[in-house]
């Protein structure tokens, strides 16, 4: 590698050395399909001292959704070359490279980090973006720029004399801007060196195009990777949920057995005995493990619902009779307050009884020492003839702490000793599969679940 200062063709005019330095910039266009580096050699290879054709140049690209120029880098000549010559033994094959270290530089200088930080709107009314963006044509400061544009004031101001820009076109459209000045020397700017932009420009478009498309190919293959992947582990949890699901069923029955049995020992042992003891807690564990395996499988099944037209009212009061003597047991006072007309949903009845059954075993269970439990229905109108039921569930339990809330819903969440956690998570499966919502509310007082669904027309 060597500099390239030291390069021969420096003098614009002299229609070899152009052509050679044309080719040696499109050797260096092709060596990488980096964006960031590309648009750093590109604007090296236009402001570097061997070259000799402008002395800053800084790249605008078009951001297609939001319609503006977006500034991306600004380079200035140095006196020391940036730009290294690799493979210079046969000069036509030679091409130019950029160090890391030069390229975060380059990326700090003041005139970098001001023309990043520049949006310039598309706006067709301003003629030197008509030149550009419709003409696809380089504009030089002396034409005809409008004079009190944004635009074009925000371009003068860049370059504080006199300047052109020149359309990055690719494929018949304008994908960015490149604007050049010479503010070191204010020395003119030649139409050879013009000529010799407009050669480089079309092939730099192409290039940064390539770039970009090349991002964008990369972008989507990792997309695809993440998407692959995370269907590969959706697929290993579906495997291991049936497999759970095989193992839950044939535990059950033998359960069933287990329990069947202790029930009838503890009916034929004498009360207030060792052995009586025993056999009860055999029972109790056994109901308790029972209705666990229940609610695994019902989360581990595909969920199939028997749509019919079912009274939500009369779904609830069959879950407060089914509940009574834990209601009484507990100390717990329930009523119900009903201002709805219809109660009629469309729904599968068992399901939509295990949803409120689990809302009230929860609030029994944080109401052990007694206290009120609140049913109320009321009806909204959502839009013209679509109406919903909502029903509330309020208990006096003390709520739900804050820290908590988000994952109360989660599958196997439970912060209770005999919990499965997974109530919660059965009904708002069951409430999502009828179209509706269930959401929660949190006092000092207690909590407060509500569920909407659709009512029947
Ligand atoms: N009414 C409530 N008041 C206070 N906390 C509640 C109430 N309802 C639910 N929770 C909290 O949400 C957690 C999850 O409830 P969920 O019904 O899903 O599981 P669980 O009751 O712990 O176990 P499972 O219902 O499977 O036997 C509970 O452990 C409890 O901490
Ligand atoms: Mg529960």
Redesign the pocket.
């Known amino acids: 590698m060597k500099s390239s200062d030291s390069s021969p063709y420096s003098e614009p005019g002299n229609s070899v050395a152009e052509l050679i330095l044309l080719y040696q910039f499109s050797n260096t266009m092709l060596s990488t399909i980096r964006l960031n580096k590309l648009t750093h050699l590109i604007l090296t290879a236009i402001t570097t001292p061997s070259s000799n054709l402008f002395e800053r140049a800084a790249l605008f690209m078009r951001n297609e959704k939001s319609d503006v120029l977006q500034g991306m880098l600004g380079i200035t000549r140095r006196l020391e070359a940036d730009l290294q010559i690799v493979g210079d033994e046969d000069i036509l094959g030679s091409r130019w490279d950029l160090s890391d270290e030069t390229i975060s530089r380059q990326r700090a200088t003041y005139f970098s980090m001001h023309v990043r930080q520049t949006r310039i709107d598309i706006d067709d009314s301003c003629a030197l973006i008509h030149q550009i963006f419709s003409e696809r044509k380089p504009c030089r400061s002396d034409e005809n720029i409008c004079h009190h544009c944004q635009t074009c004031r925000f371009i003068k101001a860049l370059c504080n004399g006199a300047f052109v820009a020149i359309p990055l076109v690719c494929h018949d459209k304008t994908i960015g801007m490149i604007v050049v000045d010479n503010p070191d020397t204010g020395r003119e700017i030649s139409n050879v060196s013009m000529t010799f932009l407009r050669l480089f420009a079309n092939q730099a478009g192409m290039a940064i195009e390539n770039s970009m498309l090349y991002s964008r190919i990369e972008e989507a293959h990792l997309n695809l990777k993440d998407a692959r992947e995370r269907l590969k582990h959706g697929e290993r949890m579906a495997a291991i949920g049936e497999m759970a699901a095989n193992l839950v069923h044939e535990l059950k029955n033998p359960l069933v057995t287990i329990g069947g049995f202790a029930g009838r020992l503890l009916k034929s042992l004498p009360v207030e005995t060792q052995q009586h003891h025993y056999a009860d807690t055999i029972v109790s564990e056994a109901c308790r493990l029972e209705?666990?395996l229940a609610?695994i499988l019902a989360f581990s099944r595909k969920p199939t619902i028997c749509f019919s037209a079912c009274d939500l009212k009369e779904i609830i009061q069959d879950c407060l009779t089914n509940c009574a003597t834990t209601f009484e047991d507990h100390n717990i006072k329930v009523s119900l307050s009903d201002d709805s007309c219809s109660s009629i949903v469309s729904g599968d009845a068992h399901q939509l009884k295990q949803v409120f059954l689990?809302?009230i075993?929860?609030?029994c269970?944080?109401m052990q020492e007694g206290g009120e439990l609140l049913f109320t229905l009321t009806q909204k109108e959502v839009a013209p003839d679509k109406k919903t039921i909502i029903v509330c569930v309020e208990?006096s339990?003390?709520?739900?702490?804050k820290e908590?809330m988000p994952?109360?819903?989660n599958p196997f969440?439970?912060?209770?000793n005999?919990?499965?956690?997974?109530?919660?998570?059965?009904?708002h499966r069951i409430i999502i599969n009828h179209f509706g919502t269930i959401d929660?509310h949190?006092s000092a007082n207690?909590?407060v679940?509500t569920v909407s669904l659709p009512l029947v027309a």
Request: hydrophobic share 45%; charged share 15%.
């Open positions: 209705k666990m609610d689990n809302l075993l929860n609030a269970d944080v208990d339990g003390g709520g739900i702490q908590i994952q109360i819903f969440f439970t912060t209770k005999h919990g499965t956690g997974l109530g919660l998570a059965i009904a929660v949190s207690g909590a679940f």
